[in-house]
């Protein structure tokens, strides 16, 4: 099947013969759906707390959060192509012709190109497109007013002027402040420096980013991190990573042969944000934050935003703690039956730990260690919002090949949309993943778990694609928050909608949660 060359690109890219036959493997066979119970609802899954109740967690949090190294983790690799999918499209078939303005007219929606020159002005920035525009003599106004769109495009998503269709979401001007502008990531510098702070006054956060935009991401935060350490009275420590290379996953054909390029190599593809399980299994700290790029707010929302993030904190630090007492009970080898009761009731009844009935039937040395296996896991706290009819994975209880029950994060990939009974409990859910998450990555003894043995393999899931005009079949790795943490403790809270903004295309931007007051 591969050939002298094949083999050099192959090792080349830190895998193995045997690497690249499993993932042909996984084409040929194709990914089990995952087997739903039920969706994780409150008092069934899910953690929904009073305003009382989330105020004390918070200052749990505020209390106790100096006494760990906590680490801001944030995906920030993408393009932000696909934000701008609408103006590209408009910007191919529009002729300026009496038809096609009479078209630009007659739709006005929220996602509409009228909508996005209509409220131009609105933008974080529209400040610096005027200008960059004026240095050539034109007057994007006036553009605008004669009906003239093109160029203004031009100057806003290709290399002619600002390249924002080609640049990383991390690098785009979100929002206006009275001084100037904020980068998505200087968002994230300062939400950094409010919750991610150690007692020495560092702030620590890791992002992943393509290779080619790295050094932009670099000069960006280089250029303005002094201001935010100066306001905020910390000091950044800010590192980066790229998706590596042995994440990668090969394309085939539709018949399942290893898919080429026009030279000929091996053509591969990046495994999905599941490939980032590696980046975050590489990094020292005990909590670790996980938030999308685009999921920020301005300073006026902050607050809102930070109590819930000091939720879901608190609650990790109180739920770790009382695991670590735990398990190191459960270490010496000997527990009274009642000692062994408190141990199950928590493990039941806070840690959501099915229990099958065999437990019932062991002798007291496997009831020991059946429950330190359980305990001794890493542990996420997921934020999950109600379902207002965003796309999107949800919290589910589900079933494994033993018959175990678990909470997953599952996404409508991943669902047997063509059986009545699953799409039954699909119906029946009522919240939805935001990518908001806190997770303990080490263990009772203070090292860091090895990630990669929590992954369920059997999650990743295969798509259709186009290449050079041929059809292609590309598969992706567990997602991050689905697969990858498959096998970790997996605690869900209800968190309002106010915590989740994403900006998936550019006129989200003129939302009144992205716009000052």
């Not at 997602?479 to 900006?503: H, K, R």
Request: hydrophobic residues 35%; contains cysteine.
């Amino acid at each position: 099947m591969f050939t002298e060359k094949d083999l050099q690109q192959i090792v080349g890219k830190g895998l193995t013969q045997d690497n690249i036959e499993t993932q042909i493997n996984n084409f040929k066979r194709g990914f089990p759906y995952i087997v739903l119970s039920a969706p994780a609802t409150p008092n069934n899954g899910l953690n929904s707390y009073n305003h009382a109740e989330a105020i004390t967690l918070a200052k749990y949090f505020d209390d106790n959060y100096k006494d760990y190294e906590i680490l801001k983790f944030v995906p920030a690799s993408g393009a932000a192509s696909r934000m701008f999918k609408h103006l590209f499209e408009f910007k191919q078939t529009y002729k300026r012709t009496p038809e096609d303005i009479e078209k630009y007219k007659s739709d006005q929606g929220f996602n509409s190109v009228y909508n996005f020159f209509k409220n131009i002005d609105k933008f974080a920035f529209y400040y610096q497109l005027k200008k960059l525009m004026s240095y050539d003599g034109l007057d994007l106004v006036e553009l605008i007013n004669d009906y003239n769109f093109i160029p203004i495009l031009d100057y806003l998503i290709t290399d002619q002027g600002m390249n924002y269709a080609f640049l990383p979401k991390g690098l785009l001007l979100f929002h206006n402040y009275s001084d100037e502008p904020r980068l998505s990531v200087e968002e994230h510098l300062v939400e950094s420096a409010h919750y991610s702070t150690n007692k020495a006054g560092t702030s620590r956060m890791h992002l992943t980013v393509s290779p080619e935009h790295q050094h932009k991401f670099e000069n960006a935060v280089k250029a303005k991190k002094g201001k935010f350490e100066q306001k905020y009275d910390v000091e950044f420590d800010i590192n980066f990573s790229q998706q590596k290379p042995n994440t990668d996953i090969i394309a085939v054909t539709p018949d399942n042969k290893p898919a080429r390029d026009v030279e000929g190599d091996l053509l591969f593809r990046p495994g999905g944000h599941g490939a980032l399980i590696q980046n975050l299994n590489d990094l020292v700290g005990e909590i670790v934050f996980i938030r999308n790029i685009d999921n920020i707010v301005p300073d006026r929302l902050r607050d809102q935003t930070y109590l819930y993030k000091k939720v879901i904190g608190g609650l990790l630090f109180k739920l770790q703690a009382k695991t670590f007492e735990f398990l190191d009970l459960l270490d010496g080898g000997y527990l009274t039956d009642e000692e062994l009761e408190d141990v199950l009731y928590f493990a039941q009844n806070e840690l959501n730990i099915f229990i099958p009935d065999a437990y019932y039937g062991f002798d007291q040395m496997d009831k020991i260690d059946f429950l330190f296996n359980k305990l001794n896991r890493p542990i996420r706290v997921c934020g999950m919002v109600k379902n207002e009819g965003e796309p999107g994975g949800g919290p589910f209880w589900v079933i494994d090949k033993d018959d175990n029950l678990s909470l997953q994060i599952v996404e409508s990939t991943q669902m047997d949309l063509n059986n009545e009974a699953q799409k039954e409990i699909i119906s029946k859910a009522t919240h939805f993943n935001p990518v908001d998450l806190v997770c303990g990555v080490k263990n009772y003894k203070g090292e860091n778990f090895n990630l990669k043995e929590y992954i369920d393999p059997n999650t990743g899931f295969i798509s259709s694609k186009s290449q050079g005009g041929k059809s292609i079949k590309a598969q992706e790795l567990p997602g991050l928050w689905n697969g990858a943490m498959a096998d970790w403790i997996t605690i869900f809270v209800e968190t309002p909608i106010i915590t989740f903004n994403p900006v998936k295309t550019i006129n989200d931007l003129l939302r009144p949660q992205h716009q000052p007051e």
